[in-house]
């Protein structure tokens, strides 16, 4: 199941050269399940800051409607499936930039199995609020890590304080709370709609500076996007966390609490 659709139509080959050519441009990844997503609005609200941003395009008032016309359009009979939405520049300069909208096999339910990550202090994301398609750098620290025998790698900012992974965020545990680093990141949908389970279900937790001397404190770790909501960490470089497990589940149960938005 792999489909393709540019402004809710198959791109011919002049937009496929176009498209293949010119990598500027921001995104959301999403997860449908049954035709609904978790955070529908929070990736919608991801993409309007995305345009203005990048773009200086302000969203408008049917934005969000006709997003799901094309989502809908571009999954056909697909129920379940991982989605890409991207904003790309358009054909004329003037214009607003165009959409597509790439539809994949839908990511599996079981847990992927736990990370070696390996800090990479050079490894640091342009803009890292925002979701865009200047990801090779991301994916050359990840790249390094593996060449080293590591599976991913893990930011650390020149302040010494812990960032972001690759294409995750990351969440510790201390045996009284779930910490999130808090530094220049992107904070991810999935980030955010733990944040809020978390909360209604009395589990608590905080977002501050995680200074990489403090990763000694930790006693568990998971790596959290919307592919991998609960992904163990075994180690960083050769800290191990004996208790990833528990933290998983914890999230895991959070996330099975967080209601899905029907497109």
């Known amino acids: 199941m792999r489909t393709i659709q540019l402004n809710g139509r198959t791109p011919d080959l002049a937009d496929t050269h176009r498209l293949a050519t010119v990598n500027y441009g921001h995104f959301t990844s999403m997860q449908v399940r049954d035709r609904g997503v978790r955070g529908l609005g929070l990736h919608f609200a991801r993409l309007a800051d995305g345009n203005e941003e ?74 890292p609020e925002h979701k865009h398609s200047a990801t090779m ?60 389970s978390l909360t209604m279900q009395g589990v608590p937790w905080t977002m501050r500076p995680v200074p990489l001397s403090e990763l000694l404190d930790f006693t568990a770790a998971v790596a959290v996007n919307s592919r991998t909501v609960r992904q163990e960490i075994a180690s960083i470089d050769d800290l191990s966390y004996s208790a990833g497990d528990k933290l998983a589940d914890l999230m895991a149960e959070a996330w099975q609490s967080v209601p899905f938005d029907i497109l």
């Open 137 to 196: 750098g991301l994916f050359r620290a990840q790249r390094l890590a593996r060449a080293a025998g590591y599976d991913d790698a893990l930011s650390v900012g020149p302040d010494g304080l812990v960032r972001e992974g690759t294409v995750w965020n990351v969440a510790f545990f201390n045996g009284d709370q779930v910490i999130w680093p808090q530094a220049p990141m992107l904070r991810g949908v999935t980030m955010v709609l733990l944040q809020i």
């Open 54 to 127: 990048f773009f200086g395009w302000r969203a408008e008032l049917d934005d969000e409607h006709r997003l799901r016309e094309l989502i809908l359009s571009a999954l056909g009979d697909a129920r379940d499936a991982s989605v890409r939405v991207s904003y790309v520049p358009g054909p004329y300069p003037d214009g607003p930039p165009d959409v597509v909208v790439a539809v994949a096999e839908p990511a599996p339910e079981e847990p992927a199995a736990p990370l070696r990550v390996r800090i990479d202090p050079d490894f640091r994301r342009q803009w």
